[in-house]
C-alpha cells in the first residue's frame, strides 16, 4: 500500500514538471530579439553567431608579425634636427617721444630707452627635436614628415645599424606634410611600396619608428579606418590634403615620418598624426596613404615641387547646411558623393559639363562618398592627366572626360614661385571687410606654412597686409609683383582683431628655406 501512494506521487510529480515545461516552452519563453523588461525599452538581442561554416573554429590562430618586423625595421631611420637660433622681427607702429622730438637722436637709441613696444627684433631660441623617416632607395633617398624637418637647419640620420649622416632637404610639400631627403650612402636596405588602395579596415598593420627617442620601436593594431580628415594639416592651410588611414597601432612623439607596413613588410602608409587630449597616443593614429606619398616623391624627385592638380570647383558637405540651403542646391543628405557648389569657368570641370548642384561620385571609377576620399584621388594625378568624372543630375548617372588643370587654368609645369617660398595661404578681402575697416584693399593670410613668414617672423594668421614696401597690396599678384621687385621688403599691415593698430614684418626673401 505503501509502495502505491510513492509510485502515485512520483507520476504526479512528473506530469506536472513535463506540463509546465510544456505550457513555458510554447507560450511563456522569450522570442528571439524580444527585451521584457519595460516597454519603452529598445528590442535587443546577442550578436553572437555561432555556426561556422566549412569547418571553421571560433578561434583563429594568431597573426605572427616577427618576418614583417624583419623586413621593415632596418629601413626605419631616426631623424634628429636643429634649428639655430634666429632672430625676428615683430615691429608695432611705432610712435615718437616728447623727448626724442627734444633732443633728436636715432629711432633704436629711443626703442632701447623707452622700451617701445614690439621693439625692433628679438630673437628665437634654438630648437632640438626628432623624429623618423623611411628609406625609400638603396643611395639614401629618405620620404619623412614636412613637420619633422620644418625649419631646420641642420638635419641627421642615424641608421638602425647606429650609423649617422648628415642629411640634406631634397624637397618639402606642406599640403600633404611630407618631405624627401637624402645622405650620402650606397647599398642601404629600403622598404617596398605596398597599395594602399588594398589596405582594409580590420586589416592588420605594423607601425615603426623612433618614438621618445627610443631605438626602433614596433607597434601593431588594425585598420580602424580609412579617408579620414582630422583638420591637423587644414588648419593652417585650406589647400591641405587629408585622407589618412587610421589606426590603433601605438604611435606616439617621435613617430612622426615613420612607416606603416602591411604583414608582408610592404610600406603602405606614413605615420604623421594621433589624435589625444593629452598629446600622447590614446588610442587613435593617422597615416598618410602611400599611393598618395608616391606621387608626392616622384614629384618632388622630379620637378622640386609637387604638380598638383586641380578639379575646378568647389564643394560642400551636405550634412553642415541647414535644410534651406540643401533645398536650394536640390540636395539630399542620404548620398554618397560630393556636392558641387561653384563652377569657375577657367577649371576643368567646367570644360567637362559639371554644374552647380552636380553629385561627383567617382573619380576614373572609383568611388568618392566623401570630400577626402575625392580631393585624395585627384591629387594622385598631374595637370595635364586626362581622367574621368561620374556625377549624379536629376537622379541620373553621367561619366565624361577632362583634362586636369593647375591653379593659374592651364597644364604647364608649375614652378615654385615667391609666393610658395613666403609660406602663406593668402586671400583677397571681401567687400563687406573693406567697407568695415574702411581700407582700399588687402590680402588676408588665412594660413601660415613652410616658408619665409614662418622663419624670420612671428606673423599670425589672419594679418591683414596692406603694402609690400611702398607697394599697395590688393591681391596676390600684386604681392608676387613686389617681390620679385625687391626681395627684401617690409610687409605692413594689422590684425583686425587687435584694434587696427600697424604691424611691420621685415622679409628677406633671398635667404633659401
Known amino acids: 500500500m505503501k509502495f502505491r501512494q510513492i509510485a502515485a506521487t512520483i507520476l504526479l510529480s512528473s506530469a506536472t514538471a513535463f506540463a509546465s515545461i510544456f505550457v513555458y516552452n510554447k507560450y511563456l519563453q522569450d522570442k ?26 571560433a578561434n ?42 627734444m633732443f633728436g637722436g636715432e629711432d633704436d637709441f629711443w626703442d632701447e630707452f623707452l622700451g617701445n613696444r614690439g621693439g ?27 613637420h619633422v624637418v620644418d625649419g631646420a637647419d641642420e638635419v641627421s640620420v642615424t641608421l638602425a645599424n647606429n650609423k649617422t649622416y648628415a642629411a640634406k632637404i631634397v624637397g618639402i610639400d606642406p599640403n600633404t606634410d611630407l618631405a624627401v631627403i637624402k645622405i650620402d650612402a650606397t ?50 592651410n585650406r589647400k591641405a590634403i587629408e585622407s589618412f588611414i587610421q589606426t590603433d597601432a601605438a604611435v606616439n612623439q617621435g613617430n612622426s615620418g615613420g612607416a606603416l607596413i602591411n604583414t608582408a613588410g610592404e610600406l603602405v602608409g606614413i605615420n604623421s598624426a594621433i589624435a589625444s587630449p593629452t598629446g600622447a597616443y590614446a588610442g587613435y593614429s593617422y597615416a598618410i596613404p602611400v599611393n598618395l606619398v608616391k606621387k608626392i ?32 542646391l536640390g540636395l539630399d543628405r542620404d548620398f554618397n558623393g560630393v556636392a558641387v557648389s561653384r563652377v569657375p569657368e577657367s577649371g576643368a570641370a567646367f570644360q567637362a559639363g559639371i ?26 594625378y598631374k595637370p595635364g592627366d586626362k581622367i574621368t568624372i561620374s556625377y549624379l543630375r536629376a537622379e541620373k548617372t553621367y561619366t565624361v572626360n577632362t583634362t586636369l588643370r593647375n591653379a593659374d587654368g592651364n597644364t604647364d609645369i608649375v614652378k615654385t614661385s615667391i609666393i610658395d617660398r613666403l609660406g602663406a ?25 613652410t616658408g619665409a613668414i614662418k622663419k624670420q617672423t612671428t606673423m599670425k594668421p589672419y594679418f591683414v597686409i596692406l ?16 617681390l620679385e621687385k625687391d626681395s627684401n621688403t617690409q610687409l605692413v599691415g594689422f590684425y583686425p582683431q587687435m584694434g587696427g593698430g600697424l604691424v611691420y614684418y621685415n622679409i628677406k626673401m633671398s635667404e633659401e628655406f
Open 355 to 380: 554644374k552647380r548642384g552636380d553629385i561627383i561620385t567617382a573619380i576614373n571609377g572609383v568611388a568618392t562618398p566623401t570630400v577626402s576620399e575625392m580631393v585624395e584621388q585627384v591629387a594622385r
Open 425 to 449: 595661404d593668402l586671400e583677397p578681402l571681401t567687400e563687406r571687410e573693406i567697407n568695415e575697416w574702411r581700407i582700399p584693399g588687402g590680402l588676408k593670410v588665412m594660413g601660415i606654412t
Open 32 to 57: 528571439p530579439g524580444m527585451y521584457q523588461n519595460g516597454s519603452d525599452n529598445i528590442p535587443v538581442n546577442y550578436a553572437k553567431y555561432t555556426s561556422m561554416p566549412n569547418g571553421a573554429t
Open 297 to 328: 616623391v616622384n614629384d618632388l624627385l622630379k620637378y622640386g615641387n609637387v604638380q598638383r592638380a586641380y578639379l575646378g570647383i568647389q564643394y560642400l558637405d551636405p550634412s553642415t547646411r541647414n535644410e534651406q540651403e540643401r533645398q536650394e
Open 120 to 146: 625692433r627684433q628679438y630673437y628665437i631660441p634654438g630648437q632640438m627635436a626628432s623624429g623618423s623617416g623611411v628609406l625609400i632607395s638603396d643611395d639614401g633617398y629618405i620620404v619623412t614628415n614636412n
Open 187 to 236: 647599398g642601404l636596405p629600403y622598404l617596398l611600396y605596398g597599395n594602399s588602395d588594398e589596405v582594409n579596415v580590420g586589416q592588420w598593420v605594423l607601425a615603426i619608428g623612433y618614438p621618445l627617442n627610443l631605438d626602433a620601436t614596433v607597434t601593431a593594431g588594425i585598420v580602424s579606418a580609412k579617408a579620414r580628415s582630422i583638420g591637423i594639416n587644414t588648419a593652417n
Open 60 to 101: 583563429a590562430a594568431p597573426t605572427d608579425f616577427q618576418q614583417a618586423a624583419k623586413i621593415a625595421t632596418p629601413g626605419v631611420v631616426h631623424i634628429k634636427t636643429k634649428i639655430n637660433p634666429r632672430k625676428v622681427s615683430n615691429n608695432l607702429e611705432r610712435r615718437k617721444s616728447p623727448l626724442q622730438d
Open 467 to 482: 603694402k609690400a614696401g611702398d607697394t599697395k597690396v590688393n591681391t596676390v599678384a600684386d604681392l608676387k609683383r613686389a
